[in-house]
């Protein structure tokens, strides 16, 4: 099972906070509905769980969702998964292709950290950001990784997506 890592970045490299005031772009937050509809699922924090679900988003019809959680609370609708192996294993056993990991950047830091990262989608959107969270392969140590370009293209709105490749024969 491929595990796909979705992000959308500033234009100054941050992992993109959204809020009520600065919600995502439109065109970023279509290609989530298209992505996670392809691999029929995603993987999501608890924290943005939450955070979804109390601005009225999160529904996604059919589509398998499984929540990080650490503290395990059952969530009635969705899966809740208490480590990134425990949330891959439930979707590997239902036959899944792939895999999306649809933030925040908690979950993502934990994934990489993990080497649990086949491929990245990143939405660059058109905004600059302040102080803001990082996606790290490693909280600790320093590391470096060439990752492999498989596409580039505009989603329209200013949003450029790039596709990558992680783990290179
Ligand atoms: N740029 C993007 O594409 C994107 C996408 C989504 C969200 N966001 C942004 O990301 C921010 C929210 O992200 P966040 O980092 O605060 O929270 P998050 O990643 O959504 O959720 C964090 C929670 O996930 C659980 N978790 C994380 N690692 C775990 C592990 N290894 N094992 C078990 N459970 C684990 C823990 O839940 P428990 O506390 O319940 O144990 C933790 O508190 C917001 O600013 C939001 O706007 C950005």
């Avoid at 100054?12 to 906070?17: C, D, H, K, P, V």
């Avoid at 192996?85 to 590997?92: M, Q, S």
């Avoid at 934990?110 to 086949?118: M, R, S």
Wanted: net charge negative.
């Amino acid at each position: 099972m491929k595990i796909i890592l979705w992000a959308t970045l500033t234009a100054n490299g941050n992992y993109a906070q959204s809020s009520p005031e600065h919600p995502p772009k439109a065109e970023a937050q279509n290609d989530f509905v298209a992505q996670a509809t392809a691999a029929g699922n995603f993987i999501i924090g608890r924290r943005t769980f939450e955070a979804a679900q109390a601005s009225g988003g999160g529904d996604f019809g059919n589509l398998d969702i499984v929540v990080l959680s650490a503290s395990g609370k059952e969530i009635p609708g969705v899966k809740v998964a208490h480590s990134p192996r425990e949330a891959l294993d439930y979707l590997r056993e239902k036959g899944y292709a792939a895999a999306l990991l649809s933030g925040g950047a908690d979950l993502h830091n934990a994934f990489f950290a993990q080497g649990l990262v086949d491929e990245i989608i990143f939405n660059v959107a058109p905004v600059l950001e302040g102080k803001g969270l990082n996606l790290l392969l490693n909280q600790e140590h320093y590391q470096y990784k060439d990752v492999q370009l498989l596409e580039c293209k505009s989603l329209g709105g200013g949003v450029v997506q790039l596709h990558y490749a992680v783990n290179i024969a």
